[in-house]
């Protein structure tokens, strides 16, 4: 009898396996039993929140002790077959240059050892218009493949950090990553002012949106309005279903919609989609582990799109596509 997931994931693997074009190795596994406990458990506060509660897990990691977490984060991508990964990592006054030191031997691991292809973007969970994380931003570049960015950072002044990141992608010739529309809310409307940044900046086609869940929660006129100036600008997305599909429950109205990238609005527009895994085992998902078959089966259910050459494309082809790799 014929199953259409094994037939799936032969055509993964037969394209050369999965690429997780978004990940979080550098914090991977550093959930705590602590973090579920106490008067208000860690595991349950809200995103914000937990930018600065990872602090503590921050401060008190040494290279090695980064560079564990990475190398295990890799291992288990590598046994799923993966190909090529993405991770942010932290680059910040609290991080240190210590996290960026750990991944850039990681990367040399991946390459040697699981001949596996490593690329790293600089996390700014700080910021990049104070003057401290500007400065650990602006000496992580050389290092990094992708210019990572995270708008609401600097809360209020999210056009300045976008300005700020732009820049540094037109002085450098290197993509960016950019974190939008994470809170399944139409209040947030990141990735129009991405968009539109990207065009006075004049670097089309250079920018991935990381998540873009808010997109859904928005009206039909407004979503349209969004993909046409998502393609003006050459705008692609890295989608990481399991990450957002947790959405809290809220009495505002909205159209109906799941809490995860829409990708079956985008693939008919011509707009290139990717596969993330985001957080695995960390205070942000204490529960994911990081399993692109999940994240990929996430997608397709929640979205209803059962094409498997479009589905293999999001695993494979659009992801080396999004980093920058090229075709196989």
Wanted: aromatic letters at 6%; a negative charge; one cysteine or more.
């Amino acid at each position: 009898m014929w199953n259409p997931l094994s037939d799936l994931r032969e055509r993964i693997q037969g394209a050369g396996g999965f690429v997780n074009a978004h990940a979080h190795f550098d914090r991977a596994y550093s959930v705590s039993m602590a973090d579920f406990g106490g008067e208000k458990s860690n595991v349950e506060s809200h995103l914000h929140e937990k930018w600065k509660l990872v602090d503590a897990f921050k401060a008190r990691s040494s290279e090695e002790d980064y560079y564990r977490h990475i190398v295990s984060a890799l291992g288990a991508q590598a046994r799923q077959g993966v190909q090529a990964a993405l991770s942010f990592i932290d680059c910040d006054p609290v991080a240190g240059d210590r996290a960026l030191k750990a991944a850039l031997r990681a990367k040399e691991h991946a390459a040697k050892e699981l001949k596996m292809r490593f690329l790293i973007a600089s996390q700014t969970l700080k910021g990049v218009l104070d003057a401290a994380p500007r400065e650990m931003f602006e000496k992580s570049l050389p290092f990094v493949d992708v210019i990572g960015g995270l708008p609401g950072a600097d809360k209020g002044r999210e056009a300045e950090h976008l300005d700020v990141l732009l820049r540094a992608v037109k002085a450098t010739g290197k993509r960016a990553h950019i974190h939008v529309d994470q809170l399944n809310s139409a209040d947030e409307k990141e990735t129009e002012t991405l968009c539109r940044k990207i065009v006075e900046h004049g670097v089309e086609g250079l920018v991935t949106a990381v998540h873009g869940v808010s997109i859904a929660a928005h009206p039909k006129a407004y979503r349209e309005e969004v993909y046409r100036m998502c393609l003006d600008a050459g705008l692609s997305f890295v989608a990481c279903p399991t990450a957002w599909i947790d959405a809290r429950r809220n009495e505002t109205l909205a159209p109906s919609h799941n809490a995860v990238t829409p990708f079956d609005e985008m693939l008919p527009r011509g707009i290139t989609v990717a596969l993330g895994s985001d957080n695995i085992c960390d205070v942000y998902k204490p529960f994911a582990d990081g399993d692109m078959f999940t994240e990929l089966r996430v997608l397709l259910e929640s979205t209803h799109v059962y094409d498997a050459s479009a589905l293999v494309s999001v695993a494979v082809a659009n992801g080396r596509k999004v980093l920058g790799l090229g075709h196989v």
